[in-house]
């Protein structure tokens, strides 16, 4: 295993919330995080089967192209009563298509606005037509991927389980967090107090196990 030691490290995304979110977590290793965006790399298309394939695929992506070490994540709410969907499409279903046509699910990413009301309503409709006694169990997958240009990788995933309430609550978090309230908690992450679920959350799960391998 190689050590992510202080130098420059591209972070794969052009998500400027998600490069700020990694760069807080990376600074106290000395890293000096630059991003895919600022070094003018092209975002790949997502088609990629799970979370790690998608992360990992960015990462390599970048890696390459640069000629860095490269991290990329890829993460997602799994509905375990819906075959854990939306899963990799967590970003798909909160697209502002015609709500009566179900989102898109081929390979590549898709574009538009994105409304995470709508997706969270899209959840809780398919629940709905399962009937009262469906399982509201879920959880948050986030695969981390490092990749280097000399061809070695490494990958980190953290999960948080929970269950899905109905109307969503609070207004803290983003994306599915205001449905989602994690297993020993009344909270939904969308009340909770954010470094309370940056404690707990699947990214912070997934960061410790990376920390912990290349600190
Ligand atoms: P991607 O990793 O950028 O492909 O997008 C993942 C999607 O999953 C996001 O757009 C969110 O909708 C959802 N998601 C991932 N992590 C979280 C979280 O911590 N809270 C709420 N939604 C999340």
Redesign the pocket.
């Known amino acids: 295993m190689i050590k992510l030691g202080p130098g420059r490290l591209v972070v794969a995304?052009h998500?400027a919330g998600?490069v700020r979110e990694i760069n807080e977590l990376l600074g106290p290793l000395g890293i000096a995080p630059v991003s895919a965006a600022e070094l003018g790399l092209p975002e790949p298309d997502?088609i990629g089967t799970t979370?790690a394939a998608?992360?990992e695929l960015k990462a390599r992506q970048a890696a390459d192209l640069s000629g860095l070490p490269a991290i990329a994540?890829?993460?997602?709410?799994c509905v375990e009563a819906l075959g854990n969907r939306?899963g990799?499409f967590?970003?798909r279903?909160?697209l502002a298509a015609d709500p009566r046509v179900p989102p898109a699910e081929g390979p590549g990413?898709a574009e538009g606005p994105?409304d995470?009301g709508l997706?969270m309503r899209r959840v809780q409709e398919e629940l709905k037509a399962l009937g009262p006694e469906a399982s509201r169990d879920a959880h948050?997958?986030?695969a981390l991927a490092v990749c280097w240009p000399d061809g070695r990788s490494e990958l980190f995933e953290g999960r948080?389980d929970g269950q899905l309430v109905w109307p969503p609550r609070g207004d803290r978090?983003?994306?599915?967090?205001p449905m989602?309230v994690p297993a020993g908690y009344d909270l939904t992450?969308g009340e909770m107090d954010p470094a309370d679920?940056h404690a707990i959350?699947?990214?912070a799960a997934a960061f410790a196990k990376l920390v912990a391998a290349l600190g």
């Open positions: 995304s998500n998600k997502e979370f998608n992360a994540d890829d993460s997602g709410l939306p990799i967590s970003a279903w909160a990413s994105r995470f997706a948050f997958v986030c948080v978090g983003f994306g599915y967090d989602f992450f679920k959350s699947h990214r």
